[in-house]
């Protein structure tokens, strides 16, 4: 639900016309959503996922 929010969001950015002013006004909401700690808690756990999925899980090289 919040990726489709943010999608929104976005999309309303990219496309809107409203001006110089709410441009500014949405994309400060959306670096302070950016900056949340949940947000962060999150984006670190997938992450740590699709590193796992993609075998980067803290293997170390063989020298």
């Given amino acids: 639900m919040k990726v ?6 976005v999309g309303y950015v990219l496309g809107a016309k409203a001006g110089r002013e709410r441009y500014d006004q949405i994309m400060r909401a959306y670096h302070t959503l950016l900056e949340h700690p949940a947000v962060q ?4 756990v997938a ?4 590193g796992e999925k993609l075998g ?6 063989v020298s």
């Fill in 41 to 44: 808690s999150a984006a670190g």
């Fill in 56 to 61: 980067r899980n803290n293997r170390q090289s």
């Fill in 4 to 9: 489709f929010l943010a999608g929104l969001a």
């Fill in 47 to 50: 992450r740590a996922k699709i």
